[in-house]
């Protein structure tokens, strides 16, 4: 047992922690827990209800496998969702002032994970950041995601720009934007039409714009939290033949105007701080740096 688990396995029994594993169609309950601690000026990070709502493309066994909820017996502390070692987690505000509940959930996420190199995404001053700190956990050395918002958001989409909405008639070139934007995606037309057939198709908004010629250009996806609230991007690409011509920048203002039309306060994306040219896009798009984010990293641990 390592100094991590002797120091935490005095505590566990002090305290009930109840994790349930969410699919697709009870995915609200975490939504909903998810909206309400979304606060109106910015993301808290990193997870967000439409981070959920994104993943909900997969089938209901992946879903599952990778989204859990947790709760004590107030309710819902914490939601969590795992993509291959890293945990992205969202924390309820109350885990603040309560240092047992912060240590227990550090104890669980930290047992969730295996025995791998591992990562857990957090707000820097999260309190199961600093319990994992105090223990077998450090900040990730490489380099730091990028937290940018836009408050100012605009009221209409861009002039001049074709921008089409995202339907079943224009789904395969949303997808194909997709395909062509990030290597290796699985985003299939059937994946597309699960994410909007699933609980958090009402938080979705989606734009697709067309090169004069009506080539797929670039998309853009955002997500509301509640009314009054910060909304998320996510994702964003632009077809790598269609780059430079300003397109993934009218796709951006799109769904932002349509997030404010929708009661959205402010809409905020999370990007690698080495990935220079999503950085300078959203920046062109009315974004600015917030903050910057390192996850919480363990080695692989010692058998």
């Known amino acids: 047992m390592g100094l991590f688990s002797r120091a935490m396995s005095s505590r566990i029994p002090r305290l009930k922690l109840y994790e349930r594993q969410v699919g697709r169609a ?16 910015r993301t808290g990070g990193p997870l967000h209800p439409g981070d959920v709502g994104w993943h909900l493309r997969f089938e209901d066994d992946l879903v ?6 947790w709760s004590d017996q107030s309710g819902p502390v914490a939601v969590t969702l795992s993509d291959g070692p890293v945990l992205y987690a969202g924390l309820a505000p109350r885990v603040a002032a309560d240092r047992e509940l912060a ?27 600093t319990a994992l700190l105090r223990h077998d956990w450090t ?51 059937e994946r597309w039409r699960a994410m909007r057939g699933s609980v958090a198709a009402s938080l979705c908004v989606e734009s697709l714009v067309l090169t004069p010629d009506g080539q797929p250009a670039a998309a853009a996806t955002g997500w509301l939290a ?18 430079g011509h300003g397109y993934g920048r009218a796709a951006v203002r ?11 306060s402010a809409v905020a ?21 917030v903050a910057q984010q390192r996850p919480f990293h363990r080695p692989l641990l010692s058998t």
């Open 64 to 69: 599952r496998d990778s989204l859990r909820l």
């Open 103 to 129: 240590d227990m959930l550090a104890w669980r996420f930290h047992q969730i994970v295996g025995d791998g190199q591992a990562w857990c995404a957090l707000p820097e001053d999260s309190p199961v950041g």
């Open 139 to 189: 900040r990730d050395p490489d380099e730091p995601w990028v937290l940018l918002v836009c408050e100012d958001l605009p009221v209409s989409a861009p002039a001049g720009s074709r921008v089409v909405a995202v339907d079943e008639d224009t789904a395969p070139a949303r997808v194909a934007v997709q395909r062509a934007a990030f290597e290796g995606s699985t985003f299939t037309v």
């Open 269 to 289: 994306v999370l990007t690698p701080a080495t990935n220079t040219a999503a950085v300078a896009l959203y920046r062109s798009a009315g974004f600015r740096e």
């Open 254 to 264: 799109s769904v932002c105007a349509r997030l404010r039309a929708e009661g959205a």
């Open 26 to 41: 009870e995915a609200l309950v975490a939504i909903a827990a998810l909206a309400a601690w979304t606060p109106a000026g």
């Open 226 to 243: 509640a009314p009054g609230r910060c909304a998320l991007l996510e994702p964003v690409g632009t077809h790598p033949e269609q780059r």
